[in-house]
């Protein structure tokens, strides 16, 4: 005939040891093992923003960071779209990267933007095949190909760019001019990394 079960275990188990009088488990719901230290049962845990001090703070920060890399990826995802519904995101990702740094070569996005050489190649060639980016000869070395974005690509990315701004205006709605001169400053030094 099989014991009974009460949450989980066979009924009258005995998971813990009478505990002298005054001590007080961290978790009185929690059952622990006989003969083991409450502390060395402990998992261990990560800091949270509800914690006093700097572990607090930098708690904080990366749920913050977090919440923006989200919100940022959604962002993105959008402007691909609104850019040519043919263009996914990570294609338009590398797009930026050579208006930005044009000319430059598949290697500089490889290394950049830490991605598979194989998977630059598929968006690069993506890109050209969209009339996006032209290949052609870096001017101090003619056998090394360079990266440059068409005057279409140019065309199209102005307007996602001031459909971008627009949304971000939304997220600082009220701001001075001067807290948002500061959140820059904040945002740059912080990716700017120390040493």
Same mark, same amino acid.
């Given at each position: 005939?099989?014991?009974?079960?009460?949450?989980?275990?066979?009924?009258g188990a005995v998971l813990d040891s009478p505990r002298p009088a005054g001590a007080e488990a961290s978790d009185p719901a929690?059952?622990?093992?006989?003969?083991?230290?409450?502390?060395?049962?402990?998992?261990?845990?990560?800091?949270?923003?509800?914690?006093?001090?700097?572990?607090g703070h930098m708690a904080s920060v990366v749920d913050e960071i977090g919440s923006m890399m989200v919100e940022a990826k959604?962002?993105?995802?959008?402007?691909?779209?609104? /850019?040519?519904?043919? +263009? =996914?995101? $990570? &294609?338009?990702?590398?797009?930026?990267?050579?208006?930005?740094?044009?000319?430059?070569? %598949?290697?500089?996005?490889?290394?950049?933007?830490?991605?598979?050489?194989?998977?630059?190649?598929?968006?690069?060639?993506?890109?050209?095949?969209?009339? /996006?980016?032209?290949? +052609? =000869?870096? $001017? &101090?070395?003619?056998?090394?190909?360079?990266?440059?974005?068409?005057?279409?690509?140019? %065309?199209?990315?102005?307007?996602?760019?001031?459909?971008?701004?627009?949304?971000?205006?939304?997220?600082?709605?009220?701001?001075?001019?001067?807290?948002?001169a500061e959140f820059a400053g904040w945002l740059s030094r912080f990716n700017t990394p120390a040493g």
């Amino acid at each position: 005939m099989s014991q009974p079960i009460v949450d989980g275990q066979p009924e009258g188990a005995v998971l813990d040891s009478p505990r002298p009088a005054g001590a007080e488990a961290s978790d009185p719901a929690a059952p622990r093992l006989l003969g083991v230290d409450a502390d060395a049962q402990a998992a261990p845990r990560l800091p949270s923003s509800a914690d006093d001090g700097r572990e607090g703070h930098m708690a904080s920060v990366v749920d913050e960071i977090g919440s923006m890399m989200v919100e940022a990826k959604r962002t993105i995802a959008a402007a691909a779209s609104r /850019f040519d519904p043919d +263009v =996914p995101p $990570t &294609a338009f990702y590398v797009l930026r990267y050579v208006m930005k740094h044009q000319p430059c070569s %598949a290697g500089d996005i490889v290394k950049a933007m830490a991605m598979d050489k194989s998977a630059v190649s598929r968006q690069v060639t993506l890109l050209r095949e969209a009339g /996006f980016v032209d290949v +052609v =000869p870096d $001017t &101090a070395d003619g056998r090394v190909m360079t990266l440059r974005s068409t005057d279409r690509a140019e %065309a199209r990315m102005l307007e996602v760019r001031h459909e971008n701004r627009a949304v971000f205006r939304t997220h600082v709605e009220g701001w001075t001019d001067a807290e948002l001169a500061e959140f820059a400053g904040w945002l740059s030094r912080f990716n700017t990394p120390a040493g």
